[in-house]
Structure formats: C-alpha cells, structure tokens
C-alpha cells in the first residue's frame, strides 16, 4: 500500500492560482500511476488530472484544461497540481491516488482505477 499526503490547499480569490503536492511513501514512486481527483459538497469525486509513470503522458479533464498543470518528480516522491485562473467552481476536496502499472488509454479516469489515496487537501475559490 502507498501512503499519499496532499499539502498545499487554501483560500484563494477568483482568478487566482494555487499549487498542490502530494507526497507518496511506501513503493517506488517511479512505478506508479498519479491521479488528481475532487469532490464538492453533495457531489460524486471526480476525475481532475493523471500523469504516466514517467511524466511523458498527461490527461485532464475538459474543465480543468489549459488551466491545471499536473507534473512529478520521480526523485522528491511527489506530484504536483498547479492551479490557474481559478473559479469558484473548482472549490472542492482534492484527493491524490495512486496505482501501480501504466496509466493506459483511458488515462485512469476513474476512482476504481486507483487502489492508493490521500486524505484530502480543501480548495476554496472565493468570488
């Protein structure tokens, strides 16, 4: 089992920009698959941001692209979310996960792709 620790939430006006990290113990990061997910309030998590086990292969959700960047590094053990132009719409619970293996054609877009999760860093986008 990995153990994930997301860091870097917090309150940010409209427009602005947040970073998140997500620290990962436990397996050799390097085999592993890394998502982003959220969940708002009365809502399902869903499906932000996955990267390849090397970096070289990303996806993101439609409302998220050109916005969030997501990247790791395979030496710190950490993965990171960048945040721009944020809206009040993006203010939910971000959760990291984790897998083993290759992030695939579907790019691991759901929940029951991950087996590995953090316990959650709160983002809120005032407007």
């Known amino acids: 089992q990995v153990q994930l620790v997301e860091s870097g939430g917090g309150l940010v006006q409209a427009g602005g920009s947040l970073g998140l990290s997500c620290a990962a113990s436990?397996?050799?990061?390097?085999?592993?698959?890394m998502g982003w997910f959220r969940q708002a309030p009365g809502k399902e998590r869903e499906f932000v941001s996955s990267?390849?086990?090397?970096?070289?292969?990303?996806y993101y959700a439609d409302s998220v692209k050109g916005r969030f960047t997501i990247s790791r590094d395979n030496v710190k053990n950490t993965v990171y979310l960048q945040m721009n132009s944020l809206k009040p719409e993006d203010t939910a619970v971000y959760y990291c996960a984790a897998v083993p293996g290759t992030i695939g054609i579907s790019g691991r877009r759901y929940p029951r792709d991950y087996d590995s999760w953090g316990q959650g860093t709160q983002v809120t986008v005032s407007s």
């Open positions: 436990g397996r050799t990061f390097s085999t592993l698959t």
């Open positions: 990267i390849s086990r090397g970096g070289g292969v990303t």
